[in-house]
């Protein structure tokens, strides 16, 4: 997957358009497979989505990024529910599929 990720910058669409310069992190020097996991397992660490760190309100507020249904403001046909824009969230699992 980290190949495949790294192999997908290079193409010249995402590398004109989403790129502002040579890779930086981890780097060029990261080459090998020994050198890939070895970066990984130094650098990697478990996280967790915090709630409520993504507002929600009427799209005519300039800091809301969804309404109350979810739906994603200036992306067509998209709907999202995932803790950041949760005000509360359960005792249960935060990767359920809600849909």
């Known amino acids: 997957m980290f190949k495949r990720l790294r192999d ?9 358009k989403l790129t502002i310069g040579d ?8 080459k090998t497979d020994e050198d890939i996991k ?14 409520a760190t993504c507002k929600m309100g009427k799209e005519s507020d300039d800091m809301a990024v969804v309404d109350s249904h979810g739906k994603v403001f200036g ?21 359920l599929t809600l849909k």
């Open 8 to 16: 997908a910058w290079t193409v010249p669409e995402f590398k004109e």
């Open 75 to 95: 992306v067509k046909n998209c709907e999202w529910f995932c803790p950041p824009i949760a005000p509360v969230l359960g005792s249960t699992s935060r990767r």
């Open 23 to 30: 890779e930086y992190y981890p780097g060029a020097d990261v």
């Open 38 to 51: 070895k970066f990984i397992r130094s650098s990697m660490i478990p996280v967790s989505h915090a709630s």
